[in-house]
Nanobody, 126 residues
Framework: QVQLLESGGGVVQPGGSLRLSCVGS????????MGWFRQAPGKRREFVAS????????YYSPSVKGRFTVSRDNSKNTVYLEMSDLRYDDTAVYYC???????????????????WGEGTLVTVSS
C-alpha cells in the first residue's frame, strides 16, 4: 500500500518557524515530483511548494517564497517543508503530494497528483 505520511505540524507564534516532513512508503518516490499544498478553513486547497525528483527545480507560491524552503532526501523517501516567519494566514492543513514523472512545474495550476497524504495542521497563533 502506497502512503504519504506527514508530521511536524503544531501551534506556533507569528514570526516563528516549523519544519514539516512527509515520508513515503510502499514504493520509491525517486522519479516523482513531491511537495506541499495547504487548505485554510473555509478556503480552497492551494499550492505551496514543489521539488523535482532531482531537486534541481523548486517552485513556490508567491505567498511563501522567501519564507518557506522545500527539500527532499530520496534515500529516505522524504520531502520537507521548512517554514519561517510564519503569519496568521499560514494557518492551514498542509498536505504532502507526489506526482509520478512530473517535475513540479505544473503544481500551481493542476492538483491531479498521484498520491496525497492525509495532512498535518499548522496553527499560527499568539
Amino acid at each position: 500500500q502506497v502512503q504519504l505520511l506527514e508530521s511536524g505540524g503544531g501551534v506556533v507564534q507569528p514570526g516563528g518557524s516549523l519544519r514539516l516532513s512527509c515520508v513515503g512508503s510502499g514504493r520509491s518516490f525517486d522519479m516523482d515530483a513531491m511537495g506541499w499544498f495547504r487548505q485554510a478553513p473555509g478556503k480552497r486547497r492551494e499550492f505551496v511548494a514543489s521539488v523535482s525528483f532531482s531537486s534541481i527545480n523548486r517552485y513556490y507560491s508567491p505567498s511563501v517564497k522567501g519564507r518557506f524552503t522545500v527539500s527532499r532526501d530520496n534515500s529516505k523517501n522524504t520531502v520537507y517543508l521548512e517554514m519561517s516567519d510564519l503569519r496568521y494566514d499560514d494557518t492551514a492543513v498542509y498536505y504532502c503530494a507526489a506526482d509520478h514523472l512530473g517535475d513540479g512545474s505544473s503544481w500551481p495550476y493542476y492538483q491531479g497528483m498521484d498520491y496525497w497524504g492525509e495532512g498535518t495542521l499548522v496553527t499560527v497563533s499568539s
